[in-house]
């Protein structure tokens, strides 16, 4: 599906954005250097990013039940003009990448455990 998106700047105070993926994935990624996204990435044509404060909505509704997660950490700045916000779930900005994600540019992988519900645990920090 092709968008025509409005390009817009970082909302303010989304200066970090994060990708929950598969730690195969991002293993597998660090070898190429670059993460090509997961399957509904590619089906969408865009790589699917959240803020912090979207990351708990996120993880319940495409992550529940899923073990040996991880979550991703990048400055929105660096990952240049084709990371754009586009309207999503119930008309919030999210952050979607429509490039290759270059794995030199995490600031930080961090390993995510589920809860009694098989939620994924978000750090409470990034919320």
Known sequence: MHRHPLK???PENQSIVY?????ADWEEAATSGFYSGSADDKRDGFIHLSSGNQLTGTAKKFFKGRAHLLLVAF??????????WEASRGGALFPHL???LPVDKALSV?????DDD?????PGDLE
């Open 8 to 10: 817009s700047e970082h």
């Open 19 to 23: 990708k929950i993926l598969d730690r």
């Open 75 to 84: 400055k929105a700045d660096e990952l240049g003009d084709k990371l754009i």
């Open 98 to 100: 429509y490039a290759d």
């Open 110 to 114: 961090f390993a995510l455990g589920l």
């Open 118 to 122: 098989g939620i994924p645990m978000i």
